[in-house]
């Protein structure tokens, strides 16, 4: 779909900056933006996924974690521990500066402050914070064009994977992206959960001046890749907010909770 202009992998490791991508999109501050508009969304989204209890239990997997921890702020209530994966070196370096408390790492407590609130108790966005650190036992590279994603690191099969703004960014085309989740199915256990987040019809993002081409997919798309991919979709929702005209082309997000089937084949 769009091969001729599609960023190489070798350009997200050489211009890739977490630090603007986090001031451009995640600052959440008191101004009511598009892009706060979209994070509360999706926060509240997966608090009610994950406060339901029924999406839960020892090992969630996080695939393109980018430098980001919002996404796991509501899960990690209800694992036992978090495995944390990213393509690029500079965002794994981000997410261990936050988890080792560097002093320049990027600001998440308004952010955590909000989930608390949530949650019934926005005072108790400390103790989240760590708990957060707490559950996170690996930071890993993971590529999920591979048929391995976490290359040779092995780990037991997950009850959940959640990825968030990552495929339409990594594949290059339709038949990528399928056999990209594909590849993720492999990673979870039957019978587990598939938390996935991502834009609709996005041909491209920008971070400051550097602008990074998506992969554009239609519900239908992504419900035939799912499907292809050996899951049952149990929720499909339709995001209507966009990212800013300056910031984004897109027609809103969408949030989709699968199940791995049981039989699932040719993964």
């Known amino acids: 779909m769009m091969e001729s202009n599609f960023t190489a992998k070798d350009v997200y490791l050489s211009h890739f900056n977490p630090q603007t991508y986090l001031e451009k999109y995640y600052s959440f501050g008191p101004s009511p933006s598009a892009e706060n508009q979209v994070l509360m969304h999706i926060l509240r989204r997966l608090f009610m996924t994950f406060s339901s209890g029924r999406v839960k239990g020892d090992l969630l997997i996080d695939i393109g974690t980018g430098p980001t921890i919002y996404q796991l702020l509501s899960a990690c209530e209800f694992f036992k521990e978090i495995v944390v994966t990213d393509y690029t070196d500079q965002n794994l370096k981000e997410l261990n500066s936050w988890l080792k408390k560097d002093l320049e790492a990027f600001d998440w407590s308004p952010v955590v402050k909000y ?5 019934g108790d926005r005072e108790k966005w400390a103790e989240k914070e760590e708990r957060l650190r707490q559950k996170v036992k690996q930071v890993l590279k993971c590529d999920v064009t591979q048929s391995h994603p976490l290359g040779p690191v092995s780990l037991p099969p997950a009850d959940c994977l959640l990825t968030a703004l990552c495929l ?7 038949p990528t992206y399928q056999q990209a989740l594909k590849n993720l199915s492999s990673l979870l256990k039957p019978g587990g959960f598939l938390v996935f987040i991502d834009a609709l019809k996005s041909s491209y993002y920008m971070i400051g001046d550097q602008r990074f081409p998506s992969l554009s997919l239609t519900q239908e798309a992504v419900e035939d890749a799912v499907g292809k991919a050996g899951f049952r979709i149990q929720e499909f929702e339709i995001i209507p907010q966009s990212y800013s005209r300056s910031r984004a082309e897109n027609e809103g997000l969408f949030y989709l909770v699968g199940q791995k089937l049981n039989n699932s084949v040719g993964l």
């Open 168 to 174: 339409d960014a990594a594949c290059e085309d339709l």
């Open 115 to 119: 989930v608390c609130e949530l949650e």
